[in-house]
């Protein structure tokens, strides 16, 4: 994982192993580096808060239990409490800067892009048939949008979460239906410009095997925070005819 270090940590590090040992001038704590982990990917939703890692190290490199402080060089992109690293996004399509502080030692800046926030998810048709000869569901037609100026519209590259819930395949080896493509019962897809799945999600019949009258597959979407987004838990009712 890419960490961001001090470049004074860099050079403390070198005279150290120069020397064997050092008078090393430090922020008065013992601290002489931070050690700053950016969230994977390194993004934020607006409306949405995630926490930053960050830990004050040593001159052997073990972490102090000493208080970081937080900033941004972006306060209209982001908003960042002090004293957590509690970050929200502000301005879609922007890039937020922050960094962390011990003392008179401070990270690099890291840079965190600003997504539109996942506000709802849409179902428009919760029923879909398949007729008896067809053995593949119509696609399941699930929009992830943002609210933006009174209107909602489609945000691209969420993943969607597809399951089969009803009726419950306690063995899966015994499933009568699966999503097309992965002989699975869950199913994930990102959703492209529109807010649709970019590619199609359907349900298929299961050869030699008799699909229930009914199926139902729940939607769910993650926010970057790990809250689910509004609208999750809805289902998609699967006739089969």
């Known amino acids: 994982m890419t960490r961001y270090r001090t ?5 403390l590090v070198l005279a150290l192993a120069l020397a064997g040992c050092a008078d090393i001038t430090d922020d008065g704590d013992g601290v002489i580096a931070l050690e700053v982990t950016p969230p994977v990917p390194p993004q934020v939703e607006v409306g949405d808060t995630i926490t930053l890692m960050a830990r004050a ?4 490199g073990n972490p102090m239990d000493v ?19 509690r970050v929200t996004g502000l301005t879609p399509g922007t890039t937020g800067r922050v960094q962390a502080t011990v003392g008179t030692l401070v990270s690099e800046l890291m840079g965190l892009t600003v997504i539109a926030g996942a506000d709802t998810i849409e179902v428009p048709a919760d029923t879909l048939v398949v007729a008896p000869e067809a053995a593949t569901s119509p696609g399941m037609a699930v929009r992830v949008a943002s609210l933006v100026e009174g209107t909602y519209e489609g945000v691209a590259g969420r993943s969607v979460t597809f399951e089969i819930v009803d009726p419950p395949f306690a063995d899966p080896a015994t499933r009568t239906v699966e999503f097309t493509g992965n002989a699975a019962l869950a199913d994930t897809v990102a959703t492209g ?12 019949r299961i050869e030699g095997t008799v699909a229930p009258d009914t199926v139902q597959v729940s939607v769910r979407v993650v926010r970057r925070s790990g809250a689910l987004v509004p609208g999750s838990g809805q289902r998609v009712v699967i006739a089969f005819q």
């Open 7 to 11: 470049s004074i940590r860099i050079s």
């Open 57 to 60: 190290l040593d001159r052997l």
């Open 67 to 85: 208080p970081i402080t937080w900033r941004t060089a972006d306060p209209a992109n982001v908003f960042i409490e002090a004293a957590t690293g």
């Open 193 to 204: 410009a529109d807010g649709f799945p970019a590619a199609a999600v359907t349900l298929s």
